[in-house]
């Protein structure tokens, strides 16, 4: 099994900047992708970022530009970096990783609890 641990939400003013974090711990041999999606009040949740074991990044449109995604192998972690923030990003964010327990596993998918990001003046 594996936890994932998120921080770094919170209220902030429009223009605003904040980094979540979230580290991921447990039975973990590999990572693959990592990610970090969102669910407004009364919205589906949505794909934010996403990050191969690559390096390669996918956004959605409305965070292109403003958002950056990373993360640190060494430490099993994804970030968030999201600059320019809007009063349209308020949302709770989860980070999502896809791991594999051991050399002969399938992935799975596990997910973070959320932590809630408020944009407002």
């Known amino acids: 099994q594996v936890q994932l641990v998120e921080s770094g939400g919170g209220l902030v003013q429009p223009g605003g900047s904040l980094r979540l974090s979230c580290a991921a711990s447990?039975?973990?041999?590999?990572?693959?992708?990592m990610g970090w999606y969102r669910q407004a009040p009364g919205k589906q949740r949505e794909l934010v970022a996403a990050?191969?074991?690559?390096?390669?990044?996918n956004y959605a449109d409305s965070v292109k530009g403003r958002f950056t995604i990373s993360r640190d192998d060494a430490k099993n972690t994804v970030y968030l970096q999201m600059n320019s923030l809007k009063p349209e990003d308020t949302a709770v964010y989860y980070c999502?990783?896809?791991?594999?327990?051991?050399?002969?596993?399938?992935?799975?998918?596990?997910w973070g609890q959320g932590t809630q990001v408020t944009v407002s003046s």
């Open positions: 990050i191969t074991s690559g390096g390669r990044t």
């Open positions: 999502n990783v896809n791991s594999r327990g051991s050399y002969y596993s399938t992935a799975n998918n596990y």
């Open positions: 447990g039975r973990i041999f590999s990572i693959n992708a």
